[in-house]
């Protein structure tokens, strides 16, 4: 493409944040501390969790860089980053996650492949850009549309990135139709992020960001949008990013009996302790995240200081000193919200979390429920372990 490159290697990779923790070095994959997570509402770029394919494509002429828009539409269009600005312009605060969160948790159950995450696979940020029911209207399909007169119901994002997943192709997923035309879905063009334009690791110049759904639906360093009949095709789509059974294994496994993932479960995690946390005898104050796919808010949050058998309800906020309500105007539906809630811990024991939606899901209790070969949406219970150690006053 015109004024976006995709390197053939890593010679030329951004710099990052040295606090990040190091999942995989070519491509680049890291997360922050937990702690750092829950120190701010809207997540610093820096700690903004990375998720890479291959090496982060260059913007040599940012004049020149456009976006097609084709497929089964009446006029195919290049849209230049100009034409884009142009459009009304939108802020979505949204959380991001990658399906992949919590992976290594699952992996003390059974060995998964992927990426090691921790709990930090995702972060909140206020987004910047264009809504992409604007950008079909340009194209000639209107709002709420379910099919484009030559019978296209889904839409395709491409990028200039390239994978070997792909064979050396370019990544690429898909949505429906329905939801990208849907102005309420708040689905974005992107060009900015905490009010400043994206930087490279997030997809300088243009990325989708699409609220509710698992990250790997929100493409980055956007090269084409296709408007295609059937869902897309790519690796990302059909054999990956699936969610098998626990009896599934690599060998009896048919990617074709699943439907690709789309909206994350509700989730919780507990980030002022680490898994195993040493602490003195007394008051604790356990505080995370909690976050649902699909604009679902968090209803409530639940922690046990005695390894599940008895629950107390945390506080919920976004903003602080004001209480969260899941279904108030001034909530932000697609982000995450923090809980917190002081107990009393006086010798060794397991801290647990879970959340409930607004539409009264709940986090299953043991990772075993929700183990599967690719070791995506561990939702179970988020279980820390204390060490309560005496004064020596």
Sequence with gaps: MPGLIAPSDYSQEPPRHPCLRINAKEPFNAEPPRSVLISSYVTPVDFFYKR???????????????????GLIENPKELFMKDIRMLPKYNVTATLQCAGNRRTAMSKTRTVKGVGWDVSALGNAVWGGAKLADVLELVGIPKFSYSTQKGGKHVEFVSIDRCKEENGGPYKASIPLDQASNPEADVLLAYEMNGEPLNRDHGYPLRVVVPGVIGARSVKWLDSISIIAEECQGFFMQKDYKMFPPSINWDNIDWSTRRPQMDFPVQCVICSLEDVDHIKPGKVTVSGYAVSGGG??????????????????????????????????????????????TVDVRQNTEIVAKAVDSAANVQPEKVEDVWNLRGILNTSWHRVQVRVGRSNI
């Design 52 to 70: 890479n394919h291959g090496p982060i494509p260059l913007v040599d002429n940012i004049e020149r860089y456009s976006v097609s828009l084709n």
């Design 296 to 341: 679902r808010g968090i209803e409530r949050v639940d922690v046990s200081v005695d390894g599940g058998k008895t629950f107390v309800e945390a506080t919920r906020y976004q903003k602080i000193g004001a209480p969260y309500v899941a279904d108030s105007p001034s909530s932000h539906k697609w982000a995450w919200v923090f809980f917190e809630v």
